[in-house]
């Protein structure tokens, strides 16, 4: 018998039995509530939900509502940016938009601006559409921001007053479950 | 005109919102990696109601670009947002979302704000 194999008999990993207790708390946690049958009693203001939290999944919808709204909001951007320094304003005439494409900022603007469709997409493949909307308004504060920043444009206190308002409305969308008719993604 | 232009737009909005949620839940989770984009450029291509949501996106686009043309855009913001409302009654009534108190009042709110950022 070779040393290594003697010392590969006395390193032994922890017996099987051992194994739940060293695994990693589990992403998934209970179910808060279920619908016992028709007229179950309801504590919760939202209705009933069979619902399951599940923390990895609702951390991707909220990473894919935050890549929206910025490579919205910056597309956007440059793409305001862009038109804004072309020597010729843009008419009617199709190639005036075509030609307009060339520059980096706009070409690059378009490619976010599709990337943005794409992350919607997806993030519309795990989440309600009734959570999706309010949520991604917060690319409308976004928006001001970024005007205000790097094209100077106006914010008053009014449209100060506003984001709060989108922010509130956000916050309480956010409370509710991202998911509730079950059909795929995250609950 | 620009009652049209805004229907339109509103209405437009709307249905590409309902197919593609649609058809992207009944598709299963998605992602944004390489290999999810083309998945999801596949599946605008192979699937129906995706191909009719663009073409609705495309709508609402040309549809909300002509009405900024002719209007201002503190008209032509909050008048489009009432695709917010019309979405999320179809959302409940059509996609069969639970729509409760909590998320009514929530994107009351945001509309309000959407309402009052374009003034």
Known sequence: MSAGQKLHLTFRWPDRSLWPRLRPLPLVAAPKRRRSGAGAACELPDGCYDQTVDLAKSARTYLLVLLFIGLRGFGNLLLAWGTKRLPAALGVHPAAYLQSMLDPAVAAGIAMLIFSLFTRMALLSVADLSFVLPVTAVGYVLAALLGKLFLHEEVTAVRWLAAFLIFAGVAVVGSTPQNTTGRAGAK | ?119
């Not at chain 2, 998605?30 to 291509?45: D, E």
């Not at chain 2, 009654?89 to 509309?111: D, F, K, M, Y």
Request: aromatic share 8%; charged share 15%.
């Open chain 2, 1 to 119: 005109m620009k009652w049209l232009l805004v229907t339109i737009t509103v209405v437009a909005t709307a249905l590409s919102d309902l197919l593609q949620s649609y058809e992207l839940k009944r598709a299963g989770e998605q992602t944004v990696t390489a290999r999810g984009i083309a998945r999801l450029a596949a599946l605008v291509v192979e699937r129906r109601y995706l191909i009719l949501s663009i073409v609705c996106l495309a709508f609402s686009f040309f549809a909300f670009m002509a009405l900024v043309q002719s209007q201002p855009l503190s008209f032509a913001v909050p008048a489009s947002a009432a695709s917010f409302i019309l979405e999320t009654i179809a959302a409940r009534l059509v996609l069969h979302e639970q729509v409760g108190p909590r998320r009514a009042a929530g994107t009351l709110l945001v509309l309000g704000g959407i309402v009052l950022l374009a003034r």
